[in-house]
T-cell receptor
C-alpha cells in the first residue's frame, strides 16, 4: 500500500490550454474524491466517485471540468480552456466504505495557469 | 447545511508550551469531525477523528481533541509543542455514518518559536 498517488506534482500551462491530472487511490478504496485548494484556504469539494459511478458534483465543477474513473480504479480530472482562476492545488482522496476509517489524501497537483 | 469555523488563522507558541487550535462547527446532522495537518507543498495527513464514540479523541504525534456538542466545538490540543508541529491545520466535518465529502475550515497556521 503506497498511499494515494497524484501525477503530475506540478503543472504550468498557458491560459486556454487543456490539462489532465491523474489520481491513483489506495487499491481497496472504493470511494474517490477530488478537492481544490487555493492559497490560504481549506480544500473545497469538487466531485466524488463510488467505484466508477460519479455520485456528486459541486457547483464549483463548471462545464470546463470533467472527471472520470473508468473501471473504478484510477481517476482523471480534466480542465478544458484553462483560466488563471483555475490556478490551485488539486487534491485527491480515497476511502473505503463509510468514512469511519478516515480519508487518505494524496500530495496534490499544483496547477499554475499563466 | 454545514460549516466549519476555525477561530484563529494564525497561532504562535513557543517550543515546549501547550497548543490550542480552535474549531467550531455547524451541522444539521450528527457530524463526524476530523483534524488534518498539511506541511508545505504536501497533502493532508489525518491527525485524529471523532465518529460518535468517545468524545475525547487521541491522535498521532501527541495531539488530542474533545467533541463538545453543547458548544459545537472540536478544539485540538497538544501539551507540549515541538518545532516539527509547525504546519497548517484544518478542521473538517462530514455527516456521521456516511462517506459524504468533507467540509473544511479555512485553516490555522501554527508557528512554533524556539
Amino acid at each position: 500500500d503506497t498511499g494515494v498517488s497524484q501525477n503530475p506534482r506540478h503543472k504550468i500551462t498557458k491560459r486556454g490550454q487543456n490539462v489532465t491530472f491523474r489520481c491513483d487511490p489506495i487499491s481497496e478504496h472504493n470511494r474517490l474524491y477530488w478537492y481544490r485548494q487555493t492559497l490560504g484556504q481549506g480544500p473545497e469539494f469538487l466531485t466524488y466517485f463510488q467505484n466508477e459511478a460519479q455520485l456528486e458534483k459541486s457547483r464549483l465543477l463548471s462545464d470546463r471540468f470533467s472527471a472520470e474513473r473508468p473501471k473504478g480504479s484510477f481517476s482523471t480530472l480534466e480542465i478544458q480552456r484553462t483560466e488563471q482562476g483555475d490556478s490551485a492545488m488539486y487534491l485527491c482522496a480515497s476511502t473505503k466504505g463509510v468514512q469511519g476509517l478516515g480519508y487518505t489524501f494524496g500530495s496534490g497537483t499544483r496547477l499554475t495557469v499563466v | 447545511a454545514q460549516s466549519v469555523t476555525q477561530l484563529d488563522s494564525h497561532v504562535s507558541v513557543s517550543e515546549g508550551t501547550p497548543v490550542l487550535l480552535r474549531c467550531n462547527y455547524s451541522s444539521s446532522y450528527s457530524p463526524s469531525l476530523f483534524w488534518y495537518v498539511q506541511h508545505p507543498n504536501k497533502g493532508l495527513q489525518l491527525l485524529l477523528k471523532y465518529t460518535s464514540a468517545a468524545t475525547l479523541v487521541k491522535g498521532i504525534n501527541g495531539f488530542e481533541a474533545e467533541f463538545k456538542k453543547s458548544e459545537t466545538s472540536f478544539h485540538l490540543t497538544k501539551p507540549s509543542a515541538h518545532m516539527s508541529d509547525a504546519a497548517e491545520y484544518f478542521c473538517a466535518l462530514s455527516p456521521s455514518g456516511s462517506a459524504r465529502q468533507l467540509t473544511f475550515g479555512s485553516g490555522t497556521q501554527l508557528t512554533v518559536l524556539p
